[in-house]
């Protein structure tokens, strides 16, 4: 019997102009993690501050293959939990507990994103956690903090001390669990994944290799924030986003509805 095709109404017209854009930019980085091989399933979650709201943010609906998640699928949610769109899907628990607890306590996190990546997950098994063996490797220790793993997390004890190990920092390892990236925009969350993720891989196949391994010198990590900014010329994610928005208006269209 042939699957019937998913068909989610577009809501553009509901939408401000502010929201529906921070819509497309977080639909965009559901089908590009699909696109990097970065999904788990419907066992991940990324989400986006609802401009001009304390307590709202847009989640994914439970269910939906990061491939087919479109701007008009994403759910609003409240501080405690509560659909503010009607839709048929529900929110993912976990996906709740943590990214309710970050965007509480950082306000400066338009964008919080969390993923189950095979390499990530297989150094945050690491008890050295991630070690400095790359050029990527310096923008992730400069701003890292590590959450030892309290199981899957349903319980809303565990969130103040997620924030603490988070602290003021952009990336997070979840031991034994996987990576989390926090951002200004849905674009600064992203890239800040590439590079934690990009950042373990490279780690892997390192000792994979069986030698002796070289470690970058602290005072070179301690500087690496403003060597991103002379690498960019401060434009940071923004040099990239509309580059990889093209590369999915080529392979994963319709994101954007």
């Known amino acids: 019997m042939p699957v019937e095709a998913l068909r989610i109404p577009s809501r553009r017209h509901e939408i401000s102009e502010a929201e529906w854009q921070v819509r497309v930019d977080l639909a965009a980085a559901y089908r590009l993690a699909a696109l990097f091989n970065w999904d788990d399933l419907v066992y991940t979650h990324i989400s986006a501050r609802v401009p001009g709201s ?10 939906l293959m990061f491939e087919e998640i479109t701007a008009s699928s994403l759910i609003r949610v409240d501080g405690e939990g509560n659909k503010l769109d009607e ?3 529900e929110i993912n628990p976990p996906g709740f507990v943590i990214h309710s607890a970050v965007h509480a306590a950082r306000h400066d996190a338009a964008c919080v994103m969390h993923l189950h990546t095979l ?3 297989a150094v945050a098994a690491q008890k050295d956690g991630v070690l400095p063996l790359s050029q990527h490797s310096i923008f992730v220790l400069s701003s890292l903090g590590y959450h030892d793993y309290e199981g899957v997390a349903v319980r809303d004890e565990e969130k103040p001390r997620l ?3 988070l602290g003021h920092n952009k990336h ?13 925009t849905v674009a600064d969350a992203f890239q800040a994944m590439y590079f934690f993720d990009t950042t373990c891989n490279i780690q892997i196949r390192a000792q994979a290799g069986g ?3 070289l470690h970058i010198a602290p ?17 940071g994610a923004g040099l990239i986003w509309p580059g990889l928005l093209r590369r999915l208006e080529r392979s994963h269209p319709g994101y954007d509805t």
């Open 163 to 165: 924030v603490a190990d």
């Open 54 to 63: 304390e307590d709202q943010f847009l989640i994914n609906p439970y269910g």
């Open 219 to 235: 005072e070179i990590i301690a500087t690496a924030q403003q060597q991103a900014r002379a690498a960019t010329r401060g434009a």
């Open 119 to 121: 390499n990530g997950i």
């Open 87 to 89: 839709s048929e899907y």
């Open 211 to 213: 030698g002796p391994l």
């Open 172 to 184: 997070l390892m979840l031991r034994n669990h996987g990576l989390l990236t926090v951002g200004s």
